[in-house]
């Protein structure tokens, strides 16, 4: 088993910044692709970044190319989302997700076993 944990969210302008955190425990966290998803009220859970092991590859949601990065710390077992130039749009939920293996595809929902509890992200307009 895998929990997750985040946090970083928070009630945020148009415009601003967030940086969320999610922290792993329970397996070796190089062994898992990690992802950032989103759900808001009435929409379904999207896909919004991921990162392999060693941030070699990266995986962005169109919506947020520009404007988010992903990243890791292997050595704290926690993967980060900077959110810049946030929008009212990006209000939403935000998960924490982990899958084993660091190949194939990491930007679908259902390829992630473990996931967090969400925090929620506010931009007010």
């Known amino acids: 088993q895998v929990q997750l944990v985040e946090s970083g969210g928070g009630l945020v302008q148009a415009g601003g910044s967030l940086r969320l955190s999610c922290v792993a425990s329970?397996?070796?966290?190089?062994?898992?692709?990690m992802g950032w998803f989103r759900q808001a009220p009435g929409k379904e859970r999207e896909f919004v970044a991921a990162i392999t092991w060693n941030g070699g590859r990266t995986n962005y949601a169109d919506s947020v190319k520009g404007r988010f990065t992903i990243s890791r710390d292997n050595a704290k077992n926690t993967v980060y989302l900077q959110m810049n130039s946030l929008k009212p749009e990006d209000t939403a939920v935000y998960y924490c997700?982990?899958?084993?293996?660091?190949?194939?595809?990491?930007?679908?929902?259902?390829?992630?076993?473990?996931w967090g509890q969400g925090t929620q992200v506010t931009v007010s307009s």
């Open positions: 329970g397996r070796t966290f190089i062994n898992y692709v």
């Open positions: 997700a982990a899958r084993y293996g660091n190949s194939g595809d990491i930007t679908g929902l259902g390829v992630y076993s473990y």
